[in-house]
């Protein structure tokens, strides 16, 4: 089994990156990491530099996780770029880590979590950051 974890270099990303580790040692799955933003350069802040890439990679890899690694630059679809990458790599899994949306932000539709949730052909994991009045 394959799991595609949409990581960026957030706290967001960080929970999805540390839940989909999880579950890949629970399901002895490998983890296809996938970079993107809707920026169209790399220096977009949220295009993880290589330092952040290698750091995800290490902790993944200590948990005993294969792990491989893509960019998608250009696009400005992160949604399209996560459905895509699910079904040409046949994954089982996706996990994405959720920003916290004022009570009007959640009545908002298109964003990436939301069309990611209603369209993705596998289970979706969606994880948000933990916060003090989460304890």
């Not at 629970?26 to 920026?39: E, F, P």
């Amino acid at each position: 089994m394959k799991i595609l974890v949409g990581y960026v270099p957030t706290p967001e990303g960080e929970a999805a990156l540390e839940a989909a580790g999880a579950e890949a040692v629970l399901r002895g799955a490998s983890i296809l990491l996938l970079n993107t933003s809707r920026g169209d350069t790399f220096l977009d802040n949220r295009y993880a530099n290589s330092e952040e890439l290698a750091a995800a990679e290490t902790k993944l890899r200590e948990r005993g996780v294969e792990v491989t690694i893509k960019q998608a630059v250009g696009s400005g679809d992160v949604a399209g770029e996560l459905l895509k990458a699910a079904a040409e790599e046949e994954v089982g899994l996706i996990v994405l880590g959720l920003r916290r949306r004022s009570p009007v932000g959640k009545l908002i539709l298109g964003s990436t979590a939301q069309r990611v949730l209603l369209e993705a052909p596998v289970p979706v994991l969606a994880v948000k950051v933990p916060s003090s009045r989460d304890d």
